[in-house]
C-alpha cells in the first residue's frame, strides 16, 4: 500500500464533496453514497489504517492521544486539504471559515465522535468546536475547503 493508493481511494469522495455546500444535512446525503460499512469507505478504513502501520500517515503528535499529518493541501479556495488524525480524545478547539466535512472510521472500542456514530459529520462555515472522540479510537479524514482552519477558542 502506498500513499498514491490512499489517493486513488479517496478522489471520488474528493470529487463529490467539491459539489456540495458545507451544511449538516449533507451527513445524511454522504452517508448514502458513502456509507461506512461500504465496500469503498471499508477499503478506504484499511488503507488508512495500514498508513499508520507503515508510518507514513499520522506521523506528527498533536498531544497525548492526538496524532495526525496533512494528506493534501489545498492550493486554492476550490480545492479541499485533507488531514487525517488519530484520536481517542478530545484535539484542539477550532472554527471552520468555510466549513468541514469529517468521515471516522471506528479503530477500537465503540467510539463516538462529538457523540455521533462512526460515519460522516458535517460543520457549516463559520461554526466552531473541540473534536472529541470518546468510547475508543478513531481514524478521521478532515476535509477542509480551501484548507481553512483556525485554532483557538470561541
Known amino acids: 500500500m502506498s ?20 451544511e449538516r444535512s449533507a451527513a445524511a446525503v454522504l452517508d448514502q453514497r458513502f456509507p461506512v460499512d461500504g465496500d469503498a469507505l471499508r477499503a478506504l478504513a484499511a ?8 508510518g507514513w500517515l499520522c506521523t506528527r503528535e498533536g498531544g497525548p492521544g492526538v496524532s495526525y499529518s496533512r494528506v ?14 488519530r484520536m481517542d480524545r478530545a484535539g484542539p ?19 463516538s465522535f462529538d457523540g455521533r456514530v462512526p460515519g460522516w459529520t458535517v460543520y457549516e462555515p463559520g461554526s466552531w468546536h473541540v473534536p472529541t ?12 475547503p480551501g484548507g481553512a482552519i483556525e485554532f483557538g477558542p470561541r
Open 72 to 85: 493534501r493541501k489545498a492550493s486554492s479556495d476550490s480545492e479541499l486539504s485533507i488531514d487525517a488524525v
Open 47 to 54: 488503507l488508512f489504517a495500514q498508513g499508520v502501520a507503515d
Open 93 to 111: 478547539g477550532h472554527t471552520h471559515p468555510n466549513g468541514e466535512f469529517d468521515l471516522c472510521f471506528a479503530v477500537d472500542g465503540a467510539p
Open 133 to 144: 472522540v470518546e468510547g475508543g479510537t478513531m481514524n478521521i479524514l478532515y476535509f477542509l
Open 3 to 22: 500513499r498514491d493508493d490512499f489517493n486513488r481511494a479517496v478522489e471520488p469522495i474528493v470529487s463529490a464533496l467539491l459539489e456540495m455546500k458545507p
